[in-house]
């Protein structure tokens, strides 16, 4: 292969110089923080999945409970219906089958709250995850902003637009940071103006 020359440039503005290895540290550092964010986001929306599917199975659990609890309950009804008019050597098995279905409408009773509880709490964990996703979005967005005032910054050379795109790069990481150690840093009404 030759040998390619590749021609020094030559630098005329110390300053300029000073700005851009500036912008490109800051780029490194934020592109670093925004990966480590997606990723961190990318399991959190995992997780919603799962919290979401599972409080839809559960939710069809309680309701195929409530439907057999209904078919249980006209079967008491069909027996007591019944029991009036079989003879007398009948009703003590109609009257086994009555108390057969009385207990089943006990079970699924009991069946129904612990699914119902274990339903809404996987719903409140959708919730709740929810908010962190939203939370790790915003700041990807703010970061993203960051990244473009820096990119400008390079082009325009103006000194004033880094401290703008690294009062940005503060608040992003703020806000992510606190969606990996757990503070519920959530501004509502930025979500739902950008929802």
């Given at each position: 292969?030759?040998d390619i020359?590749?021609?020094e440039?030559?630098t005329?503005?110390?300053e300029r110089?000073?700005l851009?290895?500036?912008i490109a540290v800051s780029?490194?550092?934020l ?13 959190i929306?995992?997780?919603m999945t ?11 659990q309680?309701q ?10 006209n ?12 003879p007398?050597e ?10 057969t279905h ?7 009773e ?5 699914l119902?509880?274990?339903?809404k709490?996987?719903e409140?964990?959708?919730e709740k995850?929810g908010?962190?996703?939203?939370q790790?979005?915003?700041?990807d967005a ?9 990119a ?6 103006k000194?004033?637009l880094?401290?703008?795109?690294w009062?940005m790069?503060a608040l992003?990481?703020?806000i ?5 150690v757990g503070?519920?840093i959530h501004?509502d009404?930025?979500?739902?103006v950008?929802?």
């Amino acid at each position: 292969m030759p040998d390619i020359e590749i021609p020094e440039i030559e630098t005329k503005d110390p300053e300029r110089d000073k700005l851009n290895i500036m912008i490109a540290v800051s780029v490194a550092v934020l592109s670093t923080f925004i990966a480590l964010s997606n990723i961190k986001d990318g399991n959190i929306v995992q997780a919603m999945t799962v919290a979401q599917s599972g409080a839809v199975d559960t939710w069809s659990q309680f309701q195929a409970k409530r439907m057999r609890q209904a078919m249980s309950e006209n079967a008491v009804r069909e027996g007591e219906m019944i029991r009036e008019i079989v003879p007398a050597e009948r009703k003590a098995t109609v009257d086994k089958l009555i108390a057969t279905h009385k207990a089943d409408i006990a079970r699924y009773e009991k069946d129904k709250k612990e699914l119902s509880e274990k339903a809404k709490g996987l719903e409140a964990e959708y919730e709740k995850l929810g908010n962190k996703d939203d939370q790790f979005d915003l700041a990807d967005a703010v970061l993203t902003l960051s990244l473009t005032m820096m990119a400008m910054t390079a082009l325009i050379g103006k000194k004033s637009l880094l401290y703008f795109a690294w009062a940005m790069m503060a608040l992003g990481f703020f806000i992510g940071i606190g969606g990996f150690v757990g503070y519920a840093i959530h501004p509502d009404a930025l979500i739902k103006v950008l929802t």
